[in-house]
């Protein structure tokens, strides 16, 4: 099977998060002529997910993390992200009595699931009357391993932190729709594109602590730039 760019020897493809692009690959298979419509994104340069997350303390200064945020639509598609991580606390092997700072080791796996739909569209030969495909939607599964060390300091009311994170990254593709004679070969193709990446992200993060609340906002700067605000409540 050879893929070209119609019309063209380049052509930049919108992110999930990107606008419309009406790009087409011509490709042969077994001497018939076929094309392919390159995905569009949803056209958004900024992407809100509330979430909720539950801290579970468990033994040696060692906490449990789970994150869920229930599922977001945005047009016809839609999103979830699911995460859980361990933070274990260091300090407590470095220091004896008062402790200068606060430092921790934080592992954690999360999943960013996303469904774009779109108006359905086919695939077809001119030697086959029915269509080889009927393309509707792309499913995508972000997934993500990272490990990070993190250092915090308490003033008064205040908590500041920041932290060094390497993040171990890779998307699943898979396209949905009605399976007629092509849809499996061409998830066969996408699963080439499931590279593994390597990144990393430097977090400053900042917690007021009142009651048996906190209120946080972090800023993690790497491939991108995120800004999380929450509130924690913490039940004795």
Do not use: C
Not at 20 to 37: L, V
Not at 64 to 83: E, F, H, Q, T, V
Not at 86 to 98: C, R, T
Not at 155 to 167: E, I
Request: net charge negative.
């Amino acid at each position: 099977m050879n893929l070209t760019i119609r019309d063209g020897e380049s052509t930049i493809i919108p992110t999930t998060l990107g606008g419309e692009q009406s790009t087409f690959f011509d490709f042969t298979i077994d001497g018939d002529q076929y094309e392919f419509q390159a995905f569009e994104g949803i056209d958004t340069g900024f992407l809100a997910y509330p979430f909720l997350q539950v801290g579970v303390g468990l033994w040696q200064e060692t906490e449990l993390l789970l994150r869920y945020s229930p599922n977001i639509k945005i047009d016809k598609s839609d999103y979830a992200i699911y995460g859980i991580g361990v933070k274990h606390n260091l300090s407590q092997y470095l220091f004896k009595g008062d402790r200068p700072v606060e430092l921790a080791f934080l592992t954690s796996y999360s999943l960013f699931d996303l469904n774009l739909f779109f108006d359905p569209y086919e695939l077809r030969s001119d030697s086959i009357s029915q269509p080889l495909a009927v393309i509707d939607g792309s499913l995508v599964d972000a997934h993500a391993i990272l490990f990070q060390a993190i250092a915090s300091k308490d003033y008064g009311d205040w908590t500041f932190s920041s932290g060094v994170a390497y993040n171990r990254s890779w998307i699943d593709y898979e396209l949905s729709g009605d399976d007629g004679l092509f849809l499996q070969t061409l998830n066969g193709f996408l699963e080439i594109l499931s590279e593994t990446q390597h990144s990393y992200k430097v977090d400053l993060g900042a917690t007021y602590h009142f009651n048996n609340w906190d209120l946080s906002s972090q800023l993690s700067a790497g491939n991108f730039i995120n800004l999380n605000i929450g509130g924690v409540y913490h039940i004795n």
